[in-house]
């Protein structure tokens, strides 16, 4: 049996590790905390953590890049991309208007992950600017917070699973900025991904380039340039060591193992630059 660590159940996390580990036979271990999901695996207690990386609106999760290059050493091991659908959530009967429908005035307070609601900033502007706004840890996390505070006016932005799961009610489905809203979640851990094949990969690095060298950074996008090796991503951090000095995060579209791309990390390693391979791996795109 396969073990994954993620996010709560009913969270977009639960969605997208089910869409990926369809048919296996997987026990799934729930925690509220990103940190815990991370732990799990570097720990041993599971073989794979669930780690949402970037979102189509909101971009990049930093504190998910973060905890994987500064907190824990494990390779990335699968990446795959899931469609986000975010949906207001509560007790319809409590928020019933007099000639039916939803009456959004009556709700008091709004309840989601920070990341969820900055996807469905346009409906709760134009619906919900009367009400509280409150960040908690999950998409599920919220549900399960409105649906133990019946007749308070709390409602909360999740997904449709975590509204069956909690007994509650789709108030107004599909409520983001955008249709195309998609998550990219890397799998994480020891463990190789044998699950299923694909015919494309990525390899992610993360480059420090060394102080005091003028053009180092042209310099190692040049090695990749002239060999035209694609990258899909390429995103500065902060060390943590000294204000002022950033690693390079990079996303390759080849596998490590081809041809060029050793002799481009080479290359790069010859200017002096610390280059840390963070996993070559297979890509996944969701097929509804």
Same mark, same amino acid.
């Given at each position: 049996?396969?073990?994954?660590?993620?996010?709560?159940?009913?969270?977009?996390?639960?969605?997208?590790?089910?869409?990926?580990?369809? #048919?296996?036979?997987?026990?799934?271990?729930?925690?509220?905390?990103?940190?815990?999901?991370?732990? %799990?695996?570097?720990?041993?207690?599971?073989?794979?953590?669930?780690?949402?990386?970037?979102?189509?609106?909101?971009?990049?999760?930093?504190?998910?890049?973060? &905890?994987?290059?500064?907190?824990?050493?494990?390779?990335?091991?699968?990446? &795959?991309?899931?469609?986000?659908?975010? +949906?207001?959530?509560?007790?319809?009967?409590? !928020?019933?208007?007099?000639?039916?429908?939803?009456?959004?005035?009556?709700?008091?307070?709004?309840?989601?992950?920070?990341? *969820?609601?900055?996807?469905?900033?346009?409906?709760?502007?134009?619906?919900?600017?009367?009400?509280?706004?409150?960040?908690?840890?999950?998409?599920?996390?919220?549900?399960?917070?409105?649906?133990? +505070?019946?007749?308070?006016? &709390?409602? *909360?932005?999740?997904?449709?699973?975590?509204?069956?799961?909690?007994?509650?009610?789709?108030?107004?489905?599909?409520?983001?900025?955008?249709?195309?809203?998609?998550?990219? !979640?890397?799998?994480?851990?020891?463990?190789?991904?044998?699950?299923? =094949?694909?015919?494309? !990969?990525?390899? %992610?690095?993360?480059?420090?380039?060394? @102080?005091?060298?003028? #053009?180092?950074?042209?310099?190692?996008?040049?090695?990749?340039?002239?060999?035209?090796?694609?990258?899909?991503?390429?995103?500065?951090?902060?060390?943590?060591?000294?204000?002022?000095?950033?690693?390079?995060?990079? @996303?390759?579209? =080849?596998?490590?193992?081809?041809?060029?791309?050793?002799? *481009?990390?080479?290359?790069?390693?010859?200017?002096?630059?610390?280059?840390?391979?963070?996993?070559?791996?297979?890509?996944?795109?969701?097929?509804?």
């Amino acid at each position: 049996m396969i073990s994954v660590a993620l996010l709560p159940e009913g969270s977009v996390s639960d969605e997208a590790a089910r869409y990926l580990f369809r #048919g296996e036979d997987v026990h799934y271990s729930y925690h509220k905390l990103i940190s815990d999901v991370f732990l %799990s695996t570097a720990g041993g207690e599971t073989d794979y953590c669930v780690i949402p990386i970037e979102n189509t609106i909101e971009g990049s999760v930093s504190l998910h890049l973060d &905890w994987l290059v500064h907190e824990v050493d494990m390779p990335i091991q699968a990446e &795959w991309i899931y469609p986000s659908i975010q +949906n207001l959530i509560g007790r319809a009967g409590e !928020f019933q208007g007099e000639e039916g429908g939803v009456d959004f005035g009556r709700i008091v307070k709004v309840i989601s992950h920070p990341v *969820a609601m900055a996807q469905c900033l346009k409906f709760l502007r134009a619906n919900l600017a009367h009400a509280e706004w409150e960040h908690v840890s999950s998409t599920a996390e919220a549900v399960r917070i409105v649906s133990e +505070n019946a007749g308070r006016g &709390w409602a *909360a932005i999740g997904t449709s699973i975590a509204a069956v799961n909690n007994g509650l009610d789709v108030l107004q489905s599909n409520v983001t900025d955008h249709n195309n809203n998609y998550t990219r !979640f890397l799998l994480v851990g020891r463990k190789p991904f044998e699950v299923r =094949m694909s015919d494309k !990969f990525k390899t %992610s690095i993360l480059v420090t380039l060394p @102080e005091d060298y003028p #053009g180092a950074l042209h310099q190692v996008l040049s090695a990749f340039a002239w060999r035209r090796i694609n990258l899909s991503r390429i995103e500065s951090r902060p060390t943590k060591k000294k204000l002022g000095n950033y690693y390079f995060y990079i @996303e390759i579209e =080849m596998p490590l193992d081809s041809v060029l791309l050793p002799a *481009a990390i080479a290359e790069i390693e010859a200017t002096g630059s610390q280059v840390r391979i963070l996993g070559s791996y297979p890509t996944f795109t969701f097929e509804g």
